[in-house]
């Protein structure tokens, strides 16, 4: 199977909104047996046509005499090609064109209608250019980065236009593959050193002592150091959120929605893998990568549990009337500060799913206070950049658990950057600020 064959089986198989693209690529590799040469196209074709689907829609409109008549199949053949022709600067034009006529054939859509179709294209360039700023600068960028309407509505209104622009443009660029170093079994210096010996660039985090940025870097499954436990993938943002979290050697310490594992495991190393970690989450294949990730790590203190943790009946069956001395809540959310990451996410949420998602965060966050001992500390963190559910999750909850009180972040992150501190104690990252992933977070201590 050719990478654009399999881009195209991905992003069939992805339409239905239930399904992550990036659940299904490692699979489709493996099954199909795609050269790992190829895996680096066929991933930049999936994730840049599902990125930049509105713009590439508007021009295969633009150019059809009945847009409507298109077929699902047909559209997405169409997308490929229109995405390699004025996206992909990497790919001859005659290149793109042959190979999309050739898939159409193979996926029985009309080829002499996508030839003529890129061929318009290839002579005359894009047809649909984006809405004027002056008549309406929400649609403006919408259709200029290819989002939601409703999502570029949020970044103007918090940010005003030109923050809101450099948002839209940031979250449409690859992520940064970023390493958190296994403290236990190697040093940041020495895998750093290791990771440039296999050719990738490498360089030192600048908000933790763990963190390890790189690019150039082959296939994790290939990577000596990433294989034997050494590192594991955590963008700073969420390894910031352990350090603010601060656990130490022997404490027990309950970590809800744990999966995939990369707090947990974080939360292992810096207690010396001394203690007890109750990672318990909804999912059943969630859980499977927190122990494959403990297994690869080496870490022995973790106890993964099968519980949903917006039920205290379902959380009391694998920790019952258990006061911890540290809990973290990751609490599922909208994803909105990940979206670089997670191409298909901006496509699969809606306003509506936000306020759902801010009432099961407040049900999670309250379960996990309740299992918070005296002078214990709570965390609750997402990755997202909504204030619904950031601050007025906080507000809420500190209005209902007085016996709870916030402590400034920046008592415990020395190296975090003073924009980032908010006014509730928390903080907030931003891709376009900082580099990181859209990421907020807040401790609480549990008192009298």
């Known amino acids: 199977m050719t990478p654009r064959e399999l881009a195209f089986r991905v992003l069939m198989t992805a339409q239905d909104g239930e399904t992550e693209i990036k659940d299904l690529l490692d699979t489709w590799f493996t099954q199909e047996g795609l050269p790992p040469a190829d895996r680096p196209f066929a991933t930049e074709l999936i994730y840049g046509t599902v990125r930049w689907r509105r713009r590439l829609d508007g021009v295969i409109d633009a150019l059809a005499d009945d847009p409507k008549a298109i077929k699902p199949t047909a559209r997405q053949v169409l997308r490929l090609g229109v995405y390699q022709l004025l996206r992909m600067d990497n790919v001859p034009d005659h290149a793109a064109i042959h190979e999309t006529v050739e898939l159409a054939r193979r996926m029985r859509v009309a080829p002499a209608f996508v030839n003529a179709l890129l061929r318009k294209i290839q002579r005359d360039g894009d047809p649909n250019p984006p809405t004027l700023k002056e008549q309406n600068p929400v649609r403006h960028l919408a259709e200029r980065y290819s989002y939601p309407d409703?999502?570029?509505?949020?970044?103007?209104?918090?940010?005003?236009?030109?923050?809101?622009?450099?948002?839209?443009?940031?979250?449409?660029?690859?992520?940064?593959?970023?390493?958190?170093?296994?403290?236990?079994?190697?040093?940041?210096?020495?895998?750093?050193?290791?990771?440039?010996?296999?050719?990738?660039?490498?360089?030192?985090?600048?908000?933790?002592?763990?963190?390890?940025?790189?690019?150039?870097?082959?296939?994790?499954?290939?990577?000596?150091?990433?294989?034997?436990?050494?590192?594991?993938?955590?963008?700073?943002?969420?390894?910031?959120?352990?350090?603010?979290?601060?656990?130490?050697?022997?404490?027990?310490?309950?970590?809800?929605?744990?999966?995939?594992?990369?707090?947990?495991?974080?939360?292992?190393?810096?207690?010396?893998?001394?203690?007890?970690?109750?990672?318990?989450?909804?999912?059943?294949?969630?859980?499977?990568?927190?122990?494959?990730?403990?297994?690869?790590?080496?870490?022995?203190?973790?106890?993964?549990?099968?519980?949903?943790?917006?039920?205290?009946?379902?959380?009391?069956?694998?920790?019952?009337?258990?006061?911890?001395?540290?809990?973290?809540?990751?609490?599922?959310?909208?994803?909105?500060?990940?979206?670089?990451?997670?191409?298909?996410?901006?496509?699969?949420?809606?306003?509506?799913?936000?306020?759902?998602?801010?009432?099961?965060?407040?049900?999670?966050?309250?379960?996990?206070?309740?299992?918070v001992k005296l002078g214990g500390v709570l965390v609750y963190g997402v990755c997202t950049t909504t204030p619904e559910e950031t601050h007025g999750i906080v507000r809420a909850f500190l209005e209902e658990f007085t016996n709870f009180e916030e402590e400034p972040v920046s008592d415990f992150l020395p190296n975090l950057p003073l924009d980032a501190a908010t006014e509730d104690g928390a903080f907030q990252l931003y891709p376009h600020r900082h580099g990181t992933d859209g990421f907020y977070a807040i401790r609480f201590l549990r008192i009298e």
Not at 239 to 252: F, H, I, K, M, W
Not at 300 to 324: G, K, M, Y
């Open 150 to 371: 409703w999502i570029v509505r949020q970044w103007v209104n918090r940010f005003g236009f030109e923050e809101a622009e450099q948002l839209c443009a940031v979250q449409n660029e690859p992520a940064p593959l970023v390493l958190r170093t296994n403290l236990l079994r190697t040093t940041r210096r020495k895998l750093i050193g290791e990771l440039q010996e296999l050719g990738a660039t490498a360089t030192e985090g600048s908000l933790t002592n763990t963190a390890v940025v790189t690019s150039n870097l082959q296939s994790l499954n290939t990577v000596e150091p990433f294989q034997r436990g050494d590192c594991t993938v955590q963008d700073e943002s969420s390894q910031l959120a352990v350090v603010l979290l601060d656990p130490q050697p022997g404490e027990t310490i309950l970590d809800l929605c744990a999966a995939p594992g990369g707090k947990a495991t974080a939360i292992a190393e810096r207690m010396d893998d001394r203690g007890k970690i109750y990672a318990t989450d909804i999912s059943q294949h969630g859980l499977g990568r927190i122990r494959e990730n403990a297994m690869r790590l080496d870490h022995h203190c973790i106890d993964w549990q099968h519980a949903d943790a917006t039920d205290n009946s379902s959380l009391n069956r694998v920790v019952p009337d258990q006061e911890f001395d540290r809990v973290l809540v990751d609490a599922p959310c909208s994803g909105l500060g990940i979206l670089r990451r997670h191409a298909d996410a901006r496509w699969r949420k809606s306003p509506e799913a936000i306020a759902e998602l801010a009432t099961v965060q407040a049900r999670i966050l309250r379960n996990g206070a309740d299992r």
